[in-house]
């Protein structure tokens, strides 16, 4: 007869190895799931977009090395910063004109010089990256046509010789200046009159071109509309 307890005994050993084998099976389907979710993480994980103000820049790892690659195309020009992130000089005046010594054509230029920590292109593409004492760009401002003609020297001919014509005559205005004197000054009412006028720069010099005033004195701007001035439209209440 077989005993019992013999067969329970020859039975453990091959269930003891099926437990083994599943549990090596196991072992193996988790590493390789494991492998799998690392290798995935690896190739997500290898660029990195990084952005900021001024720039678009790129970080590509590659076996443990960073490579740091700018897009240069996302670099503003230095002349279209914003204000408040570039601060111009002031021009050199001339004292006989008063007005800006590079002056041509109604135009002059200034340096400017960017902001501390602002990256842009010069002129030629090459991209710089300013401290704020470098010169960035050159910017234009307006500047006024003068030929000589003083409006101190205006004002004071009119207030006190203005009877005798002597301000037309010295704006260039022969035959007004020759009837105000000999009309004296229209009995003193166009004398009035000329003194106002050019006072307040309506009346200029006979060739058009303005007075010579202090730079950083009261001027006069004249406002006018044409078609390119911006018009506000209206709300309906």
């Known amino acids: 007869m077989i005993n019992i307890q013999q067969l329970a005994d020859a039975k453990l050993p091959q269930d003891n190895t099926e437990q083994r084998t599943h549990k ?3 072992t193996r389907t988790g590493s390789q799931t494991t492998t799998r979710k690392h290798k995935t993480t690896t190739k997500t994980s ?3 977009v990084l ?3 001024t720039r678009e820049s790129r970080v590509v790892e590659t076996n443990s090395s960073c490579v740091l690659v700018v897009l240069a195309e996302d670099v503003d020009s230095c002349e279209n910063l914003r204000l408040g992130q570039y601060l111009c000089k002031d021009p050199k005046i001339d004292e006989a004109t008063q007005e800006p010594e590079n002056c ?3 135009t002059a230029w200034v340096e400017c010089l960017p902001a501390p920590n602002i990256s842009c292109r010069f002129s030629n593409g090459t991209e710089f990256r300013f401290s704020g004492d470098e010169v960035g760009f050159n910017k234009t401002i307006t500047c ?4 000589g003609y003083s409006y101190k020297v205006a004002v004071a001919l009119s207030l006190f010789l203005g009877w005798l014509g002597a301000d037309r005559f010295y704006l260039g205005y022969p035959a007004l200046g020759l009837l105000k004197f000999c009309t004296v000054g229209f ?3 166009g004398t009035l009159i000329d003194f106002i006028l050019i006072a307040m720069q309506i009346v200029g010099p006979a060739d058009g071109s303005n ?3 202090d730079y950083y004195g009261a001027r006069l701007t004249r406002l006018s509309i044409s078609n390119e001035t911006y018009r506000k439209p209206h709300v309906s209440l």
């Open 46 to 48: 290898k660029t990195t």
């Open 24 to 26: 090596d099976k196991l």
């Open 104 to 106: 041509r054509e109604k």
């Open 187 to 189: 009995c003193g009412i």
């Open 144 to 147: 006024r046509n003068v030929s």
């Open 51 to 53: 952005q900021d103000s």
């Open 211 to 213: 007075y010579i005033v």
